[in-house]
């Protein structure tokens, strides 16, 4: 079992679990009297002294939700609905409208089915409060979380401590969780690097009207692109979840030469991303559609993973300092080359001593943190749609960030030129028709010109990523 899994947890005492059950039993004779209905109780088996932890929150709160679920995939109407908390344990009530036979099926089939079934309580109680259990609906026992055998005897014999009972019911846990993690992070990576394709009209850069100042990817490279790098941000995400032994704070505070320090995390993450990259180049036809993000999302999922091991509500600068320590000796990449040469990064900063998309995890992503990401909450609280609240991020960005790829297609006067105009265009706060009218005059310019800020579009994505994931 990992480490880490009862960080926060308080013992309970005896009459903390005494006390839960009383008040438990009082709400459910209360709930069928006031509704008249048949009512599901929902708990953990939490065996041991430790009932309320960071895990089994989470586990109650996702029995709560498989509860609403397959109530409402079966057409249950659900007339009320609470939870009760407490040192003693987790508990939650459901009034249905419902036969109880039926309510028990569906307790059933989830406590069966379900990742976390096996821990899962789901009782269901008759509008006169009597209990059906398993063998009255003709189901089969619970099995043993150990040795899998029937949970009853075993739980009369005693085969199995306490100990082992909590750690194995732990296991689970953390098992779920990390799924449920990775999940999450892959999702928000499809939706952001497909979101960001999709802005339109996008200056220089592939969208939906065209190809922007590319000749070898379209819109359709990125699609491609995007389902073959998707199981990368998977992996990274579980990649953050499994090295987190103790939470980001922690470690953050660590010398970076232990091996428990983020910058270890990043070194794990990079020959991921050069098998990424490879699969990349050969969906999309060769074209590098997407290896800044390869870089910056694989970075913000790794970190996202670390945090969500601890916690669920994560705010985006929570990301992004925890990336700020992973690559904090990543300029050192700049003092050698690889078997190819020097990359155009490299060759800009030795030229100019602009860091670019590196200089940028370094110190936290900046532009995103700063501007992209309020102003793209801000646009959307607004009632912006989402084209124009990204178009709004976008300008954001184009504004104030070191978009090496603009110098490699222009030049470092060219990036300042754009920078100044962008910045005298926002300050005349412009509306969502008027940035859009914009982003089409200087399209065109760019495309002309042969200009491509596609550091830009990947800090687009980056802070569509971190919107979706995050706490605002």
Request: charged share 25%; with cysteine.
């Amino acid at each position: 079992m990992g480490e880490g899994v009862f960080a926060g947890a308080i013992e309970c005492s005896l009459d903390e679990v005494l006390a839960f059950r009383e008040e438990k039993a009082r709400r459910q004779e209360t709930l069928l009297a006031e509704f008249g209905v048949p009512l599901l109780c929902l708990g953990l088996n939490m065996p041991g002294e430790f009932k309320r932890f960071f895990l089994a929150d989470c586990s109650f709160r996702e029995e709560l939700n498989a509860v609403r679920v397959g109530l409402t995939a079966e057409g249950i109407g659900i007339v009320h609905e609470e939870i009760f908390e407490s040192a003693g344990g987790s508990a939650g009530f459901v009034s249905a409208e419902a036969d109880a036979e039926r309510l028990k099926e569906i307790a059933q089939l989830i406590e069966d089915t379900h990742t976390l079934g096996r821990l899962f309580d789901i009782d269901v109680l008759k509008r006169n409060g009597e209990k059906i259990s398993r063998k009255d609906a003709g189901a089969p026992g619970r099995t043993c979380l150990i040795c899998g055998n029937d949970a009853f005897v075993c739980g009369r014999s005693r085969a199995h401590g306490a100990a082992e009972l909590r750690n194995a019911a732990a296991d689970i846990m953390l098992g779920f969780r990390r799924e449920n993690v990775v999940d999450l992070a892959a999702g928000a990576a499809l939706r952001a690097l497909m979101t960001e394709a999709a802005i339109t009209p996008k200056p220089g850069l592939v969208d939906r009207a065209n190809n922007g100042a590319h000749r070898d990817m379209d819109f359709f490279s990125f699609i491609d692109s995007t389902a073959a790098i998707i199981p990368y941000f998977r992996n990274c995400a579980g990649e953050g979840f499994d090295a987190a032994l103790a939470p980001p704070e922690a470690i953050m505070g660590l010398p970076p030469s232990d091996p428990a320090h983020p910058a270890a995390l990043f070194k794990r993450l990079r020959p991921g991303g050069k098998i990424a990259e490879l699969a990349m180049r050969r969906a999309s036809g060769g074209a590098n559609t997407h290896r800044g993000l390869i870089f910056s999302m694989g970075l913000a999922g790794a970190a996202f993973g670390a945090f969500s091991r601890y916690r669920e509500k994560i705010e985006a600068g929570d990301i992004l300092s925890f990336i700020s320590a992973m690559t904090c000796r990543i300029t050192d990449d700049f003092a050698g080359s690889g078997k190819d040469g020097p990359s155009h990064g490299e060759t800009i900063h030795r030229r100019y001593g602009i860091g670019g998309v590196r200089d940028e995890a370094r110190r936290g992503f900046p532009a995103v943190r700063d501007y992209a990401l309020p102003a793209l909450r801000r646009a959307l609280a607004a009632g912006q749609s989402l084209n124009d609240a990204g178009l709004t991020a976008f300008f954001h960005l184009l504004g104030v960030a070191s978009d090496t790829n603009i110098i490699h297609r222009s030049s470092a006067e060219t990036l300042a030129a754009i920078q100044k105009d962008t910045a005298a265009f926002l300050a005349a706060r412009p509306g969502p028709q008027e940035t859009r009218d914009y982003a089409a005059k200087l399209d065109s310019e760019f495309i002309a010109k042969n200009i491509s800020p596609g550091g830009c579009a990947d800090l687009l994505a980056l802070s569509l990523f971190l919107h979706w994931l995050c706490a605002d």
